[in-house]
């Protein structure tokens, strides 16, 4: 665990949506790549990510036309990030830190190249002191 490193355990390669796509676009493109979050932007300029949650509970359900609302409307601006050079036991401090159960991953130059999640890092082959370090860190215990 202390030498796993984020790149070790990320999604590589996230697939983003356009802030202008409609929430119908972003629900397609996550059940399409089997997903429940989407950053929003660029690699290179992200606005923010977009939750299968966003859309459900934020949008559908206040009566919202998913034809029509763009992800702009609904998707969350506040990013929490992590380095794919981080180690294992540093991102899943930030999970607890920010409250969240996934993070973006950036490389050296700010471009988005994954993401993780606690169950990407507790589905991970490791051995059962790795994980009860990471849900340690998780956890704040």
Do not use: W
């Not at 629900?27 to 606005?47: H, K, S």
């Not at 029509?68 to 990013?79: F, P």
């Not at 471009?111 to 890092?121: A, D, E, H, K, R």
């Amino acid at each position: 665990m202390n030498t796993v490193k984020v790149r070790d355990v990320m999604t590589a390669n996230p697939v983003l949506i356009d802030p202008d796509a409609t929430l119908k676009e972003a629900a397609e493109l996550m059940q399409f790549i089997d997903c429940g979050l989407l950053p929003v932007g660029t690699r290179n300029e992200l606005e923010g990510v977009i939750t299968d949650r966003d859309i459900v509970i934020r949008a559908i359900a206040r009566g919202e036309n998913p034809l029509e609302v763009r992800v702009r409307d609904y998707m969350s601006t506040r990013v929490c990030c992590c380095n794919e050079d981080d180690l294992l036991s540093d991102a899943a401090e930030k999970l607890r830190k920010f409250r969240v159960s996934r993070l973006l991953v950036k490389n050296r130059d700010g471009n988005v190249t994954g993401i993780l999640s606690l169950g990407l890092i507790l589905r991970r082959e490791a051995d059962p002191k790795e994980i009860a370090d990471v849900v340690k860190h998780a956890a704040g215990i």
